[in-house]
């Protein structure tokens, strides 16, 4: 039974090798340009959507604005 407590504490100790060399090798990947993970470019753009959003609306509520968006711009806006 020596055995399997020598191998029972290796496995969590593969498992975070393992994690160390797919987050540097995604680094590296990240690094030379290639995106790994297809999804990474929708994420990085809807973040920079609300980005852009967010200082929108901060500019209007700074210059004391108190425009209303119409209607037909609202939905144009949830429609993308």
């Known amino acids: 039974m020596a055995t399997g407590g ?3 504490s ?3 100790v593969a498992m975070m090798l393992v994690g160390i060399v797919s987050i540097l090798r ?3 990947a990240r690094r ?3 995106v790994v993970d297809p999804v990474v ?3 990085q753009a809807s973040a920079a ?3 852009r959003r967010m200082a929108s609306y901060l500019a209007g509520r ?3 604005s108190s425009h209303r968006v119409s209607l037909e711009q609202e939905e144009q806006e949830n429609s993308r």
């Open 26 to 28: 995604n680094r590296r």
């Open 10 to 12: 290796l496995i969590p």
């Open 32 to 34: 030379n340009g290639k």
């Open 41 to 43: 470019e929708d994420r």
């Open 49 to 51: 959507e609300v980005q």
């Open 62 to 64: 700074e210059t004391g």
């Open 6 to 8: 020598a191998l029972g």
